[in-house]
């Protein structure tokens, strides 16, 4: 019975393997570029991300302004104040035809240095291939079941090195191995000792996923109140309004993930002398500055421009650590603070989230951080080239040398399709699919045979 499961193991550990391997082989190198996305960026683009003129800073409305001069048939959707002194700020333009650029301003005296498309940046190029292998919605699918696949890698990877009898050599090289042996030696010992980083890697990387993440954690853990702030459930027009509900993906681009799904008030929330105009000039967005400085978000924040009444000035700040989130929402005529809200004030699966994402980009620790996402990059680089290796050592001439397994029972399928299904929904609908696909072969087998 031992034997036999061991077999069966293999067998998903050996498909599950075949199948992730190339999606894992990018999203590692991919993710390793993007740890060091500030860094790279730094090294290729010193004129576009350092300030010429030092550590002064004019209020926002300036720098958009000396952006729209420049740009002037174009929009200005947004506007990423420095961080840190001596950085430049980065502005938001859709231009009439072509792709969006994002546009370096020099915040002491608005003198425009440059300008970029994200994609084709070196970070920028890793960061939406990591995200969906440059092919929108349907790449994205495709990197969440590769990442469900892998944690059953993990798992099934666990169960084939588990010792059984000789546990002293568990987590040891044995350096008498030669050929195959060795490369498998190397799988093994690889695999052990960086499982837990690697499933910490998935688990942490799956809430951005647009089916496990969107459909089922984001919308979960706000209707538990364990989401996004509870304060925000209300706003967006409650169920009476004939007008969509808008989030701050909607308007900025992105979000921290605690905020993805949370309702924007409206811009004419509170009505009064100034309600529901619209107003973007460079006049209301030094208003929509001071109101942001007056709240202690004087720099370092990113503000999104609404582009119609209905929409607020929307600012977050994104530090390192999350526990320095900070969100707040401005009227759209940059006269009134409708929202701020913090970490503090996110639900428990939220500030999980949050901080398992700081921890994922590498962020968190600094550098520490950094250094130990590499290394778990590299070993899942080296687990695919040293899998790949014993797989093509010992396949046969013209065959794919699956290892052979014992059928199984039903009631074991159906626990293991369940279990997929409940915690990594695309996985099981992907197993649904094999199973029904097998099952037709079969059945066409055996029609011919007869």
Known sequence: MARNGYATVWRWHFYAGLFTAPFLLILAITGALYLFNDEL?????????FAPSGDAVLPAGDLVAAVREAYPRDTVTRIDMPVNPGRTAMVFVTPEQGEPLRVFVDPGDGTILGDVIYARTLAGFADVMHGSLLLGRGGDALVELAASWALVLVIT???????????????????????????????????VYTAVMIVFLIITGLPWASFWGDRVLSPVSNALGLGYPPQLRHHGGGEA??????????????????????PLPHGHHHHGEHGGKLDTSAVAINRVHDILAGQGLPYGYRLSIPSDAGEPYSAYTYPDRPQGQRTLHVDSGGHRLLVNVGFDDYGAIAKAVELGVALHMGNYFGRANQIVMLLTCVAIVALVITGVVMWWRRRPAGGLGAPDSPPIRKRYWLAITLTLLALL??????????LALEKGMMARRRSVAG
């Not at 960026?41 to 991300?49: A, E, K, S, T, V």
């Not at 929904?425 to 094999?434: C, E, H, R, T, W």
């Open 241 to 262: 309004s004939a007008e969509p509900v808008k989030t701050m993906v909607d308007t900025l681009g992105d979000a921290p993930w605690a905020l993805q799904q949370a």
């Open 157 to 191: 990877g666990l169960y084939l090195w588990w010792p059984r009898g000789r546990r002293s050599r568990a987590f040891r090289f044995d350096r008498r191995t030669r050929g195959r042996k060795r490369w498998r030696e190397i799988h093994r010992l690889v695999g």
């Open 41 to 49: 960026n730094d090294l290729i683009y010193p004129q576009l991300r």
């Open 425 to 434: 929904p695309l996985a099981g609908l992907s197993l649904l699919l094999v």
